[in-house]
């Protein structure tokens, strides 16, 4: 299981960004998957969610509005469309999966002591600047 996130960059307040996430060693049709950002000095948090077997999404509040989560299945990619980019958004967005698991809202509260049973790809930085 590979994924490899990319698309990061220096965007400006009010920007936006896509960023890509080519996926292996599993199909996009059952597990969730989801992106997650680290911070400088703060925690991993999850960013949005996408249970591929029937697109059900979930955002936490920091996302809602802003942020979209898809995947092409035919592509093995999934991505994040990410608007109106604020300088708090900057930090390292990583795409990752849990094959043990299909739901969308489950993934994104997974508990940290528990991300060890996920699958990380290598994160993409983004920095909001002007």
């Known amino acids: 299981v590979q994924l490899q996130a990319s698309g990061g960059g220096l965007v400006q307040p009010g920007g936006s960004l896509r960023l890509s996430c080519a996926v292996s060693g599993f199909t996009l049709n059952r597990p969730a998957v989801g992106w997650f950002r680290q911070a400088p000095g703060k925690e991993r948090e999850a960013v949005s969610c996408l249970s591929t077997n029937n697109d059900i999404t979930y955002y936490p509040d920091l996302a809602k509005g802003r942020f979209a989560i898809s995947s092409d299945s035919a592509k093995n990619t999934v991505y994040l469309q990410m608007n109106n980019l604020r300088p708090e958004d900057t930090a390292v967005y990583y795409c990752?999966?849990?094959?043990?698991?299909?739901?969308?809202?489950?993934?994104?509260?997974?508990?940290?002591?528990?991300?060890?049973?996920?699958?990380w790809g290598k994160g993409t930085l983004v920095t909001v600047s002007s």
């Open positions: 990752a999966t849990d094959l043990g698991q299909s739901s969308s809202y489950a993934l994104c509260h997974k508990r940290p002591a528990n991300w060890g049973q996920m699958n």
